[in-house]
């Protein structure tokens, strides 16, 4: 039967408002969230490029053509730094829009941790930029990034020493602009602040005069020569100006800042100092008692039933015959010391099926730069780069200033005896795990989803990762015959609370260097040549110690759930699956190492 005209234009009207809808019920797409996510990884890259020569993402193609990020120190103008802004709430307002991006509730698997991931991130990031502020306030923002810019070139063979010579010289050259941003942007600092970054530049001035070059026979030439002076001179101008920086900052972060910044570093959006606190207080309370039960009998050993008038006389009579005993007569040998440590360590996770080692990632142990050793007096780490972690891990041990008297030297010495560089090993193999099986883990991750979720990861899974594989290591009974070490261990363990209660005391409620310097002394035995370098590292890193609890508390819940749901549960599997899927927060990380399973509430 065939229709007549007005039958088919019926049927037509009919016919293409449901089609047209259709088409619009079916909207954004996974497809169209898998774009978003890549782009996001390449293009916060190249607005950074001393991180993405880190991570080893290298050119970036660009509306202005191919830029070869190495060569770049990044645009920190007051400008750029609004692009940045800008950029990441363009990408919030995307993550949100229904028009843009699908039902976050009905995403299932990698794309909903790679989402969650980005929101987590740029939270973060825009927190730090209008909020925080960091780079108007504190002249170590800009010499971090420039140490990095110099360093990591002369560390990772990403090219050949001649084209990495060619970068650090670009880079050179971009000094003086760098650092007039780096003053146009700085208002106010503390005394503190503005004494610790005047040793950074010196740090710095020694590694572009003699490290590099020495390094690097390349950087010889009269390109690097011409390059390196003026960046010297530029960073001397830097000095002079911070001589004459106003000091009305304080170094103290404040309490609603300190509280806005553990939030987004932990995705915990209920999270409470005053809570945080009392959970806090309950663990330091428990590792001392642990502590003193293990000091005693150490004690009677020694001294038969002499009975010393407080626990910090007793702890005293013990390390002064423990530590000075099994100390290191020199720092000269630590990094060896180390060295032998993590194999030791390493030997005891395999046995005990507590990890599975990756191939191919080499963790080195050598001294800590010197423009790094002010901020991290004990110890620092540089990861495998993400996209080519065939290049290798660096743990850095700080040596002492050279200008240290003998006493510094031997607290030193006894503070960092044989047993606690067997807890450093322990850290220094936690650090190299987690950055080596986040860059070589599963094989059929994406290289954006790579770079999402490790690239400025969860900044509590990273820092609490540490302090968690060293409990549950301690907890299977590594070295358990020792006394001595068990001493060690658990000392190590209530300076760590200790200090988390340190950082939250200091920054949020006006505690002095005094009272911090007497709480170590008195009541966490550190050695007192010792203590000033690690309150003054609490006091330049704000955040650091009370972030790393929250995470190592946030690892043993996850860890808790995938026991609840998983039948075969392996210390290996678990360790494997977590650091394999990234730096992601608590709940999207018990998703994934569940398989979907379980959600953390």
């Not at 094989?443 to 999402?452: G, K, N």
């Not at 704000?542 to 392996?570: C, M």
Request: aromatic share 8%; hydrophobic share 40%.
């Amino acid at each position: 039967m065939s229709l007549n005209l007005k039958q088919k234009l019926l049927i037509g009207a009919v016919t293409i408002p449901f089609l047209m809808g259709m088409e619009c019920s079916i909207g954004p797409t996974p497809e169209d969230a898998e774009a978003v996510v890549k782009e996001f990884a390449y293009q916060t890259l190249a607005m950074e490029p001393v991180l993405a020569t880190e991570v080893g993402y290298h050119t970036h193609d660009g509306p202005e053509g191919t830029v070869q990020l190495d060569e770049q120190l990044g645009d920190y103008s007051s400008s750029g730094i609004q692009a940045r802004v800008a950029y990441m709430s363009q990408i919030v307002n995307t993550l949100r829009d229904p028009e843009k991006m699908p039902d976050r509730s009905k995403l299932r698997g990698e794309i909903f941790a790679d989402l969650t991931s980005m929101e987590d991130r740029t939270e973060r990031v825009l927190f730090e930029l209008q909020t925080r502020q960091r780079y108007a306030t504190d002249p170590n923002f800009c010499m971090e990034i420039l140490g990095r810019a110099l360093l990591v070139p002369t560390l990772q063979a990403y090219a050949s020493e001649s084209a990495r010579a060619g970068h650090i010289t670009a880079r050179l050259q971009k000094v003086p602009e760098f650092l007039g941003q780096a003053q146009q942007n700085l208002t106010a600092s503390s005394a503190l602040q503005i004494a610790a970054t005047k040793s950074q530049v010196a740090g710095l001035i020694e590694m572009i005069g003699e490290d590099i070059p020495a390094q690097m026979p390349s950087a010889s030439g009269p390109d690097y020569s011409a390059a390196a002076d003026g960046a010297v001179s530029a960073l001397q101008g830097f000095d002079t100006f911070l001589s004459g920086l106003a000091t009305a900052g304080d170094w103290r972060m404040g309490s609603s800042l300190f509280e806005q910044k553990l939030k987004v570093d932990s995705s915990l959006d209920d999270l409470s100092l005053d809570q945080l606190q009392t959970e806090l207080q309950a663990d330091y309370d428990d590792a001392y008692s642990r502590l003193m039960a293990v000091a005693r009998p150490i004690h009677r050993g020694i001294y038969g039933n002499q009975r010393p008038p407080s626990d910090f006389a007793l702890m005293r009579d013990i390390l002064d015959i423990v530590s000075d005993a099994n100390r290191l007569t020199s720092e000269d040998g630590a990094v060896a010391r180390i060295e032998e440590n993590i194999e030791t360590a390493k030997a005891f996770m395999l046995q005990e099926e507590l990890m599975e080692f990756p191939s191919g990632v080499e963790l080195s142990v050598s001294q800590t730069p010197a423009f790094l050793r002010e901020r991290f007096p004990v110890s620092a780490f540089e990861g495998a780069p993400v996209l080519h972690p065939d290049l290798g891990t660096y743990f850095w041990v700080s040596p002492l200033p050279a200008t240290a008297d003998r006493r510094a030297v031997l607290a030193k010495l006894r503070e960092y005896n044989n047993f606690k560089l067997q807890i450093v090993a322990v850290d220094a193999l936690a650090r190299y795990l987690q950055s080596a099986v986040a860059a070589t883990g599963d094989p059929d991750m994406s290289e954006a989803t790579r770079l999402v979720r490790n690239v400025n990861g969860n900044r509590a899974y990273i820092s609490g990762w540490s302090m968690y594989l060293a409990t549950s290591t301690m907890d299977e009974d590594f070295n358990k015959s020792s006394q001595n070490f068990q001493l060690n261990w658990l000392k190590y363990k209530v300076e760590f609370l200790a200090s988390a209660i340190l950082d939250i005391k200091m920054h949020t409620q006006n505690m002095s260097v005094d009272e911090a310097e007497t709480m170590l002394q008195r009541q966490v035995f550190m050695e007192a040549g010792a203590v000033s370098s690690a309150v003054r590292s609490i006091q330049l890193n704000p955040t650091n110690f009370a972030i790393a609890y929250i995470g190592s508390k946030q690892w043993l819940r996850v860890r808790t759930r995938y026991q609840e749901i998983t039948t075969d549960f392996k210390f290996s599997s678990f360790h494997s699956k977590a650091l394999g899927a990234g730096a992601l927060p608590p709940a999207e990380l018990v998703y994934l190492t569940t398989e979907g399973q379980g959600r953390l509430e």
